[in-house]
Nanobody
Framework: QVQLVESGGGLVQAGDSLRLSCVAS????????MGWFRQAPGRDREFVAA????????EYEASVKGRFTISRDNAKNTVYLQMNSLKPDDTAVYYC?????????????????WGQGTQVTVSS
């Protein structure tokens, strides 16, 4: 069993940056594909970014490509989401997720473990 805890969210202004962290416990995530998702009020949860178990390959949702960067530190059992040039449309609860699949995965239903989420609010 893997427990995931996100942190780093907050209230920022448009154009600012935030770095989200996701610390895993229970077992190592070094063999897991990892992803970040977000859910805005009244909307479905959507894919944001994902990476392979090794960190060698990544995938991003089109609207965040070039602004967000997913990374991992397997020694710290931690995954990060660096978010730059934030926009009001980025406002959402951000969730970290882990999949037993080693590839990067964009489909929500393929993830096995989820964190509780961290709120990101971007004001204009």
């Amino acid at each position: 069993q893997v427990q995931l805890v996100e942190s780093g969210g907050g209230l920022v202004q448009a154009g600012d940056s935030l770095r989200l962290s996701c610390v895993a416990s229970g077992r190592t995530i070094s063999t897991y594909g990892m992803g970040w998702f977000r859910q805005a009020p009244g909307r479905d949860r959507e894919f944001v970014a994902a990476m392979t178990w090794s960190g060698g390959s990544t995938e991003y949702e089109a609207s965040v490509k070039g602004r967000f960067t997913i990374s991992r530190d397997n020694a710290k059992n931690t995954v990060y989401l660096q978010m730059n040039s934030l926009k009001p449309d980025d406002t959402a609860v951000y969730y970290c997720a882990a999949t037993r699949l080693r590839n990067f995965v964009t489909a929500i239903y393929l993830y096995d473990y989820w964190g509780q989420g961290t709120q990101v609010t971007v004001s204009s």
